[in-house]
């Protein structure tokens, strides 16, 4: 296959996961990883590192998108830094560590937990389960602690860690504004250090395709990237217009079909 075909189907790829990112108010990890393994398997990628290539690159593209939602989010004064800096070394070391547990396991076993995990994604939305407030933020231990099963959690499934934070600073006391906009720049290390540490994980593997630093997949990345933050402003746009309940449902839905995709 032709380098443009591939292309212009990543700049798809990304506009439909930027749409329905921006739509369902949710990261496109969720979207971007099943998709790209579904592209990787018509482009012929081995099987034993399309999962890991996916991940990978999803992260990747998660410095970029993050960044700039992170960015908005630190203009209307809405992330909380001293959080922000008690989690950020569990961030590092758990992001280093998923990728490493990633590494050790087949990209069948990574699959059917990246599938359970949409799964249990989709039962909370279905349940309409919200994060539960509190008012008692934890010390640095804790908080750094947390930062650990976040990045590394997060890191494993190629997410950038809102699915995760948000309950977490909701259940410390944060305003659901400010949980959302830490937890938009806490996705950011989790999203460099990962993709860079699976570069390194998965440099010289001969199953890899060309275009392809380790487990990052540059042609996805770049077509991701290019498409993903205007479309998301679209599906923003649009959540305003459908009624919410409606929408979790439909979403909830389709990461239904995904997990089960996974796992069976």
């Not at 790829?13 to 108010?25: C, D, E, Q, S």
């Not at 359970?116 to 750094?144: K, N, T, W």
């Not at 205007?230 to 217009?241: D, K, N, Q």
Request: aromatic share 8%; charged share 5%; with cysteine.
């Amino acid at each position: 296959m032709s380098m443009l075909p591939i292309l212009l189907g990543y700049l798809a790829l990304g506009a439909a996961a930027g749409t329905m990112a921006g739509l369902f108010g949710v990261g496109g990890g969720l979207i971007i990883v099943p998709a790209l393994v579904f592209a990787f398997g018509l482009q012929g990628v081995a099987p034993e590192v399309t999962m890991h290539l996916a991940v990978g690159t999803s992260l990747a593209t998660i410095v970029v998108t993050g960044a700039s939602s992170a960015w908005a989010h630190y203009q209307k004064g809405s992330i909380h830094r001293e959080w922000f800096l008690a989690l950020l070394p569990g961030l590092l070391l758990g992001a280093i560590g998923g990728v490493f547990v990633a590494g050790a396991l087949s990209g069948g076993v990574l699959g059917t937990l990246f599938g359970l995990f949409v799964l249990a994604v989709a039962v909370r939305m279905v349940l309409d389960r919200g994060p539960v407030p509190g008012s008692v933020a934890p010390g640095r231990g804790g908080m750094a602690v947390a930062g650990g099963v976040i990045g590394g959690v997060s890191a494993l499934f190629g997410i950038g860690g809102g699915t995760l934070c948000v309950p977490w600073l909701t259940r410390c006391g944060a305003e659901m504004t400010r949980a959302v906009g830490t937890s938009a720049a806490c996705g950011i290390p989790i999203a460099l250090f990962g993709a860079a540490t699976f570069a390194v994980v998965g440099w010289g593997n001969a199953q890899l395709p060309a275009g392809a630093t380790g487990f990052v997949m540059w042609p996805a990345f770049l077509g991701i990237v290019l498409a993903s933050v205007p479309f998301a402003r679209l599906g923003a746009r649009l959540a305003h217009r459908l009624p919410a309940r409606v929408l979790k449902l439909a979403f909830a839905a389709l990461l239904t079909l995904v997990g089960l995709r996974f796992l069976l």
